[in-house]
Each structure stands twice: as C-alpha cells, then as structure tokens.
C-alpha cells in the first residue's frame, strides 16, 4: 500500500483549505522544501515503464529496416543515420499520442493519464488557434478537418517508420509530417507544442532538404548537430536571470533521488520561515547555466579527441540529473531523445562540421534555432518558450484561476472535456484516495507556483483580484486549466491565457466575479520587470501593470500585499 500512497503533508488538508492565503501559502510552501509533490514510488515506477516501451517500440521500428538490425544487434547500428532518424519521427509520433511530455500526474493528469488523440481525435473539444479569424483553420472547437488533419499526422509518421527503408528516410516519408504539422499548427497551438515543433518538426525539415540527388548524409548531420547546439545554448541563455535559480530549489525538493532533508533545506536560506533561495542554490544554477552553454561550444569544437570525450560526460551529466530528478512536466523520453542524438551526430560523426550545412538547411537552421530564440528571449509575449527554447528557466508566462462558490460546473459547462474535473480523476480512480488525500496533492500544486519567482508576486495581486475570502474559491493552476480543456499541459501560459478565459466564458454561465483570472507573462531579457493582467469572465479586463523583479525577491511566497 505504502507504494501507492503519497507522502501527505503533516497539517489536516481539510482544515488547511478554509485558511487565510497567507497561512496556506506558508504551510503548503515549507512541506514542498522537504517533502516536495509527495509522489508515490509506484509513480515513478510508471515513468521507467514508459521510457522502456517508449526505447522498445523504437527498436521493433528499427527491425524493420535492412539497414539496421534486430535488437540483440543494437550495438551494430545504433549509430547509422536511419537510426536516428527513425528516432526523431518516433518521438514525434510518440508526443503527440500524448504518451511524452505532459502525461502522467507529475503534470495533473490523474485518470486517464494522457489527452492526445482523446482531445485531438474529437470534433467539439477547445482548441487554441494562432489566427483566430483564419478562415477554416480559426475556429475555438475542433472540427472535422482538425481531426482528419491530426489523423493524417498520425498516419504519415506510422507510414515512415513502418517503410523497410535500406537507407535513409526519403521525401516519400518526410514530406507528409513536414507538410501536414505546420497546418495543423495553424489550427491548434496545442498539438503544434505537443509535437516539440522546435525540435522534432525542424530535424525532419532538415533531413527533407538533403534527400535531393546531389546532397550528402552530413548535410543533414550537420544540420542536426546545429538544432541540438541551439537546444542547450539557448536552454542555459534562457537562464542568465534570478528565475532559475528558485526553479533549483523547487527541482531538488521534488527530487526522488535527492531525498536527504538536509540537502533541502540546504537549497533555502533559513528554512522554515525564510524560503529564499540559498547561495548553495544559487551555485547549483549558475553551475548548470554555464554547462548548458558550454556543451554547444564544446562540442562543434571538439573534433575528435579529448575535448569530444569531456563534451559527451557534460552531456551526460546534465541530462542525467534532469531525468533523475524527474521535473514536472516528466520531459523524460524528450531528455534521452537529446543524449541520443549527441552520441548519434558528435560521437559518431566527429569528421562532420556544421559548416558542411547546405544552403537551404543553413537558412532553416538560422531562422528557427537562432533568429526564433533570440527574439522570444527579447520578446516572450511574441514568441512561446517551446519555440524560444527556454526550457525549465523558471522565467515563464503563467496563470491562476479563482472560481467562486467552489462550483466547477460554471467551467465545465458548454465544454466537451473527456477529462473529468480534476478532484473527480484523483478521489475515483486511484486505490487509497480520498477527498483529503485529493486537496492534499492539489494544494502541492499551489506550492509549486509560489515557490517560482513569478509565484511571488500573485500575494500581491491577490487583494486586486477577489473580493471575498480565499477560502471561497477553487483555486485552480492555469496548467490544470489547460490539461482539462485543451488536452495538453507544458508550462506555456501562453496556452491558458485570456483567449482560454474567452472560449471557456462563451457558456455564458459566469456573473460578475464568478471566475476571476491573474495572468502573468516573461520577464524579457534585459528588462527588470513582469507583466501582469487580471481578469473577470464576465466583465474582461480589471486592472493591468508592471511588476518589479527586485522586489519579487525579497519576498516570502506567502506574502499578501
């Protein structure tokens, strides 16, 4: 039992829920900084599997080309191009079924632990169109050809990895994916982001712009080795601000690996009452801000020698630690995806440089994996941080939604959500649970925002935006928002902003105050503030301004006012 059971906080939930913010706040708080999720060991269990059916299903889609081999042969071909190749359009297919990134209850998917095709396979759901006055590619709901677009998706990455290919992917099987994603894009934002666009979409643009007669497989690999330098400089650039350093504290006191509560308190300055982070953290995140950007030069430089050897133990360092430490969101088959590929493209191929990049590919490279990041790091209410590649920076756009009354039948109204709310999936499906245990790890959920820089500042805007006591409201994370309604949840505010409010008020059920909505974006790199809107489903926009970052540092996460 005790593998299925989470680790509760020492307070009663249910008294916990009727306190003042500012007491909650600071309970919930210091249980994460020693406790964190409180996620079940069978959990993580469920994570290994996952990463084992995700390797396995790679190896039987590898058999069935003569260029490769059988898994008993793996030592033998795991470094072809094919290989690798095949591993990209896997892990492509693989996100968008929903089964990587944003599945599982580390994300606040309960039952069913997946959306993908649940959401994207059913004419009616919400989704979060780009363009929203694009003519049939526009719409707030699903329709048929949004389905018929997601199924082909589906169907040309089968169709790729299913062709017993004697050698490389050709145009045949790429073209599909590279043609059906963008538009699919520009129906939905969602699937778009779940595919990891910026990643998988872009190495399949680049393997489609060498298949021509007169282009070689180190065009390509060049090319490959250009994203994944991208990946990590801008990764570690993203994290040149105070953000990152919060996003350590709340990484290691969730960590499975790193349990010691010395070590957690350890990460804050005076742990209980002072939950700053500590110079130990600070370490720690400047320590890994400079490895991320270090391994991109590294590595382009290295050749073969010495210097590729030190490159490819600083991979495996940082991603080690990352996977080990199982962050929310459980980017996990995305991480071994990125090791792969580094020991597919710089240790197998040290003979090839990025300058061996074709002219199409160089263009491709420097619009999505240079010019996209420098201007989403710039401006990050232009540009999502999937695209920008600022991963994990803690420096996100984010949001909380307060519902009155405790009624959660005003959001689901009108809605086709094949979720059930989220109290509903923890109390009904998982052995053990009850509505104490469900408030419990929701409250943890709390703590993960406030803990973040940006959660500092929503005791501040608290006051600005509800009228009545907190304990008269849901209190609902904008991710949990999105992984009800929209399928899909990875950290973009972007995707539970006012155009979600917008979708989810046309039931017409919410009255004045009902739902009540603080949205928080980026803070832009050089600038020295965030800003922030609140929201009344009824009424629209109440008030709108600029928050200073200096300040959201001396603050305690339960500060009100």
Known sequence: MSLLQPKLPDYDPIAWAQLPFPERARLVCQSWAIQGYGTPIAVYVAYLLKIGFYVGVWLAWCARSPALGMPSELGTWWAHPLAFQKAVVWSLLFEVLGLGCGSGPLSGRYSPPVGGPLYFMRPGTLTSPPFPKLPLLGRARRSWLDVGLYAGLVVACCAALWAPTDGELGLVQLLPIALILP?????????????????YLVLVVVFALATGPNNTPAQWIAGAMAVHAALWFFAGFSKLNHHFEAVVCV??????????????????RAYPDDLRPSSLAKLMGHAGTALEMGLPVLLLLAGDGPLLVAGMVGVLLLHGFITSNVPMGVP???NLLVVYGAFALFWAHPEVSVLDMSLPIAILVCTTALAVPVLGNLFPARVPFLAAMRYYAGNWAMSIWLLRDRDDRKIRAGLTMPAPWIYDQLEGSYPYYSHETAVALLGKVMAFRLMHLHGRAIGKLLPKTIDAPLNEYIWLDGELVAGLTLGWNFGDGHLHDEALLAAIA???EFEEGDLRCIFIEAQPMGGSSLHYRIHDAHSGLREEGQLEVSELRERQPWDLG
Not at 185 to 196: C, E, K, N, Q, Y
Not at 255 to 266: A, D, I, Q, T
């Open 332 to 334: 996990l088959e995305w």
């Open 506 to 508: 046309e039931s017409g």
């Open 183 to 199: 538009i699919l894009g520009l129906s939905d934002r969602t699937v778009f982001f779940a595919a990891r666009s910026e990643h």
């Open 251 to 268: 990484m290691v006191s969730n960590s499975p690996v790193l349990r010691w509560p010395w070590l957690r308190k350890r990460m804050y």
